[in-house]
């Protein structure tokens, strides 16, 4: 269905963030082992168990998340931003690859790199813990669907972002607070009811709430609903992405 | 036979209302070596963005072998190779490697791409640099290289927009015997810029645009008959008295005879034959014409070569 020029942005994509992996890979390796230290090891003994697994695992799936999330989006708005503000987003444009491609090709380079870093994360884990994975194949249907929502979404900030302060922008207003009030350490029928309902409208909780499941086995509400939204993120964001680019939407003039 | 390149009416509106281009026309021959001269702002940029991509459309047409620029970009693009004004690179990458990408991107298999890799690596003697990134050469190598890259995929047709610019002499020359030797081969070629002699050395036909316009179209040659003034310069060693030159009118400046003629070379014979006749002696004869620059300033009253002392400054400012 694609042209061979389509997997070779893909390529480049790929080798663009192996080649910066101390920006790239090894800082969500790093903040997740402390918050596994940290958090885990020296709060878990006091938390005990929640729904029947240790606290230390009970935080992994949101590390996991976090871990996806964030390098997807970079990805993708980053080096989108570099190749408009340098301009060699031009040798692109004039091939005859279509706006659909360019911006699919984005967004699999930034799932690949989320997908890398959720599996390192989860590889941590298994070394610092002894996590083991409950369903391996659903856990790789929502580090995949999540990773391809959020480099759709890093595909539609680094069109209009003008530096990389934008991007930061949403990562340190949007992206963090969703994903620390989604529930990553703690159990959301700990909180009182108005910050449940919140969590409830947060796209982020059920995210992780979806990751949980597939990899430790346990819910606190809907697994459907998760695997549901984390596919219709997946498909709105990498849509709109596509459907900007076609229209050249800060990219042509 | 198809045009290689045809624009119709070609209009672009930016957004906060500039009218870059005004409704214009331009047929491209196929194998012709043709080009877009005028000043910084006329609209050259502009037109090869449409033609290319880069710029949406606010009115008319652009066509690639037949192929509509837009509706069917994917046959009109493949048959293009362009190298745009402003260098730009991709930064993560060598040399080599990002001319082995932008063959890709225009769907090479992995193979071909690296042996035509390594042809314009040759031909731009940048074989030795394959592995260097593009910020560590210099400004002449920066520009092989973005040359290189608009030829990477072979194109049919090669569009250069202003490829000398702030380029040494040297390279200049070498490019442009590259550039008459790959039209001879067959690839047609449009080349906008603002230096008068790269137009006529290089271009079977010119099309003089300004302020989004194109005034005029035609070879330099036929250019500068029908818009400048060409003749001869007599010296005598005597004077004659009451020189008549039939059909021509003359002037004396300094002693020496001015005939305006259009073809000089065809005509010299004759009026020497004339002088003779009439008992003068003629010490020397010199052929003068008007530049393409005469004619492109008598056209559209501004001067080009202002035009490109600013952009030598800048780029040497650029290059600090
Ligand atoms: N992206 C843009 N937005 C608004 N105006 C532009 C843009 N690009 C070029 N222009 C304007 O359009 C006119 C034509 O520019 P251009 O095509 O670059 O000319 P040239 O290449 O002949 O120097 C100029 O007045 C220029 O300022
Ligand atoms: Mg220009």
Redo the contacts with the bound molecule.
Sequence with gaps: MFSRGFWVIVKREVKRFMFLYKQTLLPSVISSGLYIIVFGAAMGSRIGEIKGVEYIHFIIPGLVMMSVINPAYQNSSSSIMQAKFLRFIEDILITPLSGLEISLSYIIGGTVRGVVNGALVLLLGYFLTGLQIDNWFLTFVYLFAVAWAFAGAGVIVGIYAKSWDSIMVITNFFFMPLIFLGGVFYSIEMLPDFWRNFSMINPLYWMINGLRYATLGIAETSHEFSLGISILFAIFFSSLASFMFSKGYRIK? | MKPALEVKNLRKV???G?E?LKGINLTIPQGSFYGLL?P????????IGIITGLVNITGGSASVLGFDSVSEFRQARKLIGLSP?ELNFDVFFSIGELLELQAGYYGLSNKAAKERTTVMLEQFGLTEKRNSRARELSGGMKRRVQIAKALVHDPQIVIL?EPTAGVDIELRHMLWNYLRQINKEGKTILL?THYIEEAEQLCETVSI?ND?NIIVTDSPEKLTQAHGMSGLEITLTSEVADLKLDPWLYHLIDGKIHVNIDHPEKEMAKVINQISEQGGGIENVRIYRSSLEDVFLKLTGKSLHEEDEKFETQEALLNV
Excluded: M, R, V
């Design positions: 003039t | 930016y957004e906060g500039l870059a005028g910084n702002g006329a609209g050259k940029t502009t037109t004004q927009d906008t645009i989004g």
